[in-house]
């Protein structure tokens, strides 16, 4: 049941998760053949050196991609869900509609970790080969809360597809903006150490949104 | 006999909009059960009810005995849902659509899909989107068929598609339902292709139900009265009687009374040239429930 479950999502999603995987590691390619080219022009001590008086990350180009492939791979997975009120069919399927919820979303997340696992992979790689390990840990995981970023905005997607009511839809893309806005605070490499926990906890709980907006759709609510 | 599906005392609101209130019905095994009214009496709003997407506001639905709004979802292995438009995943073929919904119920009949996708000489690998909605109908009707539920429950079945793909969809159902002895559910806003299909019927005006009974009940009962009348004629005596009218001279009335008294009663009062004509259903429905 979740292969043919996961197989649904994959009819809906494939082609765009193979673009999002392409254009990401595609970008990931690109800032790092920058980074090689700065290295063979100035050599790799000025690149160090950038990054430790300048708070340089080098990868601030793919900051936002995370986000907007997140919120893609929601409207890919659930506009067609809605259209037509189709969801419906999904929910009449003999199976929990609380497990249905998190299998679609579970799809979502793996998906998603997964194009960001390619682009995360060739940035290390990459990196480590003219980087200090320390200064390589300090960036990545700077580009991990843009990781967890993007995951998010496609759980918040989800959400809002999935409810209903425009009135509710609305309130929902205000909250989800203003909590998003969170992972971009600050630019400079190591500012959200401390605070990764919570933005991970925080991610975790809003995979169980999609369940409101499907009880609200399952009980009929209307604008 | 046995109920499968029992509503009792529904009553439902949009808003401050009635619907209807103390809403009760039942639909026996075997039975099938067409829900007739006019548009916005509340027909697609008890399937949505009865589909469990939608909360009434209060009464209970029970659908082989569970109230659907807590049904077990193994339950629901038993209800084949056609969703108004014949709405289907349009992402899928119709190869993927087969082997999707299998995987979720045991007595799936593979052949009874596909039976029906040969009449539609469509490849396997079609687009579910790229059909026609008559074809799409097809398919609906083909998953249905091959979930085998005992009960089926269809909102609007008939909507969108031309008489031949209509009478097909009623053919097929019709003489799957009665040789496999299951129940059926549903709303058409073509009555005659209700006629075709339907054992009893349940007849909704705006927030009541008007009647429940067996078609042939309804049709050998109810009948309309045709005559002629003088000017500033009007009716005294509207007992038992449904949606009296009259244009230039004629006048007509409904009534489930018994033919030999309703002659009587007209003549009495003055219309002349009194005769009964024996309806379909739905000449029947407009006569419960008037022209407009």
């Known amino acids: 049941?979740?292969?043919?479950?996961f197989l649904k999502e994959y009819i809906?999603?494939?082609?765009?998760i193979l673009a999002a995987a392409l254009t990401l590691s595609g970008f990931s390619l690109y800032m790092m053949m920058n980074l090689y080219r700065i290295v063979n022009l100035k050599g790799a001590m000025h690149i160090w050196e950038v990054i430790l008086q300048k708070d340089a990350l080098f990868i601030d180009l793919i900051q936002w991609l995370p986000v907007i492939f997140g919120?893609?791979?929601g409207l890919f997975q659930y506009v067609p869900e809605m259209h037509r009120k189709c969801l419906k069919l999904t929910l009449h399927l003999p199976v929990s509609y609380t497990k249905l919820g998190m299998l679609m979303v579970g799809y979502g997340v793996a998906a998603l970790t997964g194009v960001f696992l390619l682009s995360f992979i060739i940035l290390w790689t990459m990196m480590s080969r003219v980087l200090m390990p320390e200064m390589v840990s300090n960036i990545l995981s700077h580009s991990l809360v843009w990781y967890l970023a993007g995951i998010l905005s496609y759980l918040f997607t989800a959400w809002i597809t999935i409810e209903p009511t425009w009135k509710r839809r609305l309130i929902n893309i205000i909250v989800s903006v203003f909590m998003l806005k969170i992972f971009f605070i600050s630019n400079v490499a190591g500012s959200y150490y401390a605070f990764m926990p919570?933005?991970?906890?925080?991610?975790i709980a809003a995979s169980t949104l999609s369940i409101l907006s499907i009880s609200r759709f399952k009980t009929g609510v209307q604008d | 006999m046995e109920n499968i599906i029992e509503c009792r005392n529904l009553t439902h609101y949009y808003?401050?909009?009635?619907?209807y209130e103390d809403l009760s019905f039942s639909v026996p095994k075997g039975r099938i059960l067409g829900l007739l009214g006019k548009n916005g009496t509340g027909k697609t709003t008890t399937i949505n009810i009865l589909s469990g997407y939608l909360q009434p506001h209060s009464g209970e639905c029970l659908i082989f005995g569970e109230n659907i709004t807590k049904m077990h979802p193994e339950t629901r292995r038993e209800i084949g849902l056609l969703?108004?438009?014949?709405?289907q995943y349009q992402f899928m073929n119709i190869e993927q659509i087969e082997k999707f919904y299998s995987a979720f119920y045991p007595k799936w009949k593979r052949e009874a899909y596909y039976e029906l996708m040969r009449r539609l000489q469509v490849a396997p690998g079609q687009s579910i989107s790229r059909m026609s909605c008559g074809q799409r109908s097809q398919v609906a009707l083909g998953l249905i068929l091959a979930q085998d539920p005992e009960l089926l429950v269809l909102?609007?079945?008939?909507?969108?598609?031309?008489p031949g793909y209509r009478r097909l969809f009623v053919d097929y159902l019709s003489e799957y339902a009665h040789s496999e002895n299951k129940t059926i559910f549903l709303t058409s806003h073509i009555i005659q292709d209700m006629e075709r299909l339907i054992d009893e019927c349940i007849i909704m005006d705006y927030g009541r139900i008007l009647t429940q009974q067996p078609v042939n009940d309804l049709l050998n009962n109810f009948r309309r009265y045709e005559g002629r009348v003088a000017d500033g004629f009007s009716l005294?005596?509207?007992?038992?009687?449904?949606?009296?009218?009259?244009?230039?001279?004629?006048?007509?009335?409904?009534?489930?009374l018994p033919e030999k008294d309703v002659l009587a009663n007209l003549d009495s009062q003055g219309v002349r040239e009194c005769y009964s004509v024996n309806l379909g259903l739905e000449d029947a429905f407009i006569g419960l429930t008037g022209k407009y």
């Open chain 1, 198 to 203: 919570i933005l991970a906890l925080y991610t």
């Open chain 2, 15 to 19: 808003g401050k909009r009635k619907i």
């Open chain 1, 1 to 5: 049941m979740l292969r043919i479950l």
């Open chain 2, 83 to 87: 969703i108004e438009g014949h709405v």
């Open chain 1, 71 to 73: 919120i893609l791979l």
């Open chain 2, 155 to 162: 909102d609007d079945f008939s909507l969108g598609l031309d």
């Open chain 2, 236 to 256: 005294s005596d509207k007992t038992d009687m449904y949606n009296p009218s009259i244009y230039k001279g004629e006048f007509e009335v409904y009534s489930f």
């Open chain 1, 12 to 16: 809906k999603t494939r082609w765009f």
